[in-house]
Nanobody
């Protein structure tokens, strides 16, 4: 099994920054694709940023230029650096790991951006 634990969420003012972390543990073999999603009540979970096993990244248009996804392969950790935060970034942020055909999710961390 795979376990994912997110941290780093919190309350921040508009224009501020946060860095989310997601630590993966368990049956992980090699470097696997990982991503960050977010969800607000009543809406579908949406992809925010993803990083492939080869290190390529992609972003939702709404966060391009403000968010950066990165990973530390030795720590099995993926990060999401979020700068210039806006109130519309408020959501629960989830980490996802893909191993083969299976997806694993963390429990989520709340990010709240005040105006």
């Amino acid at each position: 099994q795979v376990q994912l634990v997110e941290s780093g969420g919190g309350l921040v003012q508009s224009g501020g920054s946060l860095r989310l972390s997601c630590v993966a543990s368990g049956s992980i073999f090699g470097i696997v694709p990982m991503s960050w999603y977010r969800q607000v009540p009543g809406k579908q979970r949406e992809l925010v940023a993803a990083i492939t096993s080869g290190g390529m990244s992609n972003y939702a248009d709404s966060v391009k230029g403000r968010f950066t996804i990165s990973r530390d392969m030795y720590k099995n950790t993926v990060y999401l650096q979020m700068n210039s935060l806006k109130p519309e970034d408020t959501a629960v942020y989830y980490c996802k790991l893909r191993r083969g055909l299976d997806d694993y999710w963390g429990q989520g961390t709340q990010v709240t951006v005040s105006s």
